[in-house]
């Protein structure tokens, strides 16, 4: 049976490359808002050999999540892998100067949308799924306070899951990855030199063994 690999941020840096890097063992349902990036990673697993499914689709419209997880349900009846690398990166900012709008959009994708999915897409993953969250430890440092203190929220309910299903499933598992040269990080660090970082598919690679254990 075709195993099924529902990738939210799929659309570039991390989640992208562990898209291609699942092409081997995995049907991708690959989940982003930029719709010609994800027909650049489509061309990239089909080039490989695999095969996707697009959706195009932001994870903080509730019912687009709902659509799409019913969607995997009527197709295959299950889900065997989720890897959530969805992530917002709002501006850095002294704690006392936090745009109202910032926090707002991080705590609406990176806490609620996250805390809706794993509700949705748990029952998919069963007993036997795998969930893979990717911790990014900034909580406390200096001008991280709107994407360090929602991005913790996140990792918080992710844990509190893992401790919630560790008898009965799915498996939830939490990775760190290496800095590397993604979007996200450079808008926190614009002038940093990216040849010191880890490339996204050497990352991917990396991590693949972790994300593929049963």
């Known amino acids: 049976m075709t195993q099924i690999a529902l990738i939210t941020g799929a659309s570039r840096g991390l989640g992208a490359a562990l898209a291609k890097a699942l092409v081997p063992t995995h049907h991708i349902v690959a989940v982003g808002k930029t719709v010609g990036a994800l027909e650049e990673l489509d061309d990239a697993i089909q080039g490989l050999g695999g095969q ?36 917002h990166a709002a501006p850095l900012a002294p704690a006392g100067h936090i ?38 430890p900034r909580g406390g440092a200096q001008f991280f306070g709107a994407y360090g203190a929602t991005k913790a929220a996140q990792i918080a309910l992710a844990r509190s899951w893992q401790a ?39 990352e991917a690679a990396r991590l693949l063994p972790q994300i593929l254990q049963a």
Not at 57 to 74: E, K, N, P, S
Not at 186 to 195: C, K, L, T, V, W
Request: proline content about 8%; charged content about 20%.
């Open 164 to 202: 919630e299903s560790q008898r009965t499933g799915p498996k939830v598992t939490i990775l760190e990855p290496a800095p590397m040269p993604t979007a996200t990080r450079a808008r926190f660090y614009p002038g940093e030199d990216r040849s010191a970082l880890t490339d996204p598919a050497t």
């Open 99 to 136: 745009g109202p709008k910032d926090l707002a959009k991080s705590i609406a994708i990176n806490v609620e949308a996250t805390a809706r999915l794993i509700s949705y897409v748990g029952p998919l993953l069963g007993q036997g799924g795998h969930a893979v969250f990717f911790d990014d």
């Open 52 to 87: 996707a499914t697009l959706a195009p689709m932001d994870i903080t419209v509730d019912a687009a999540m709902q659509q799409l997880c019913r969607g995997i349900f009527d197709r295959w009846g299950k889900l065997d892998l989720w890897l959530h690398t969805a992530v």
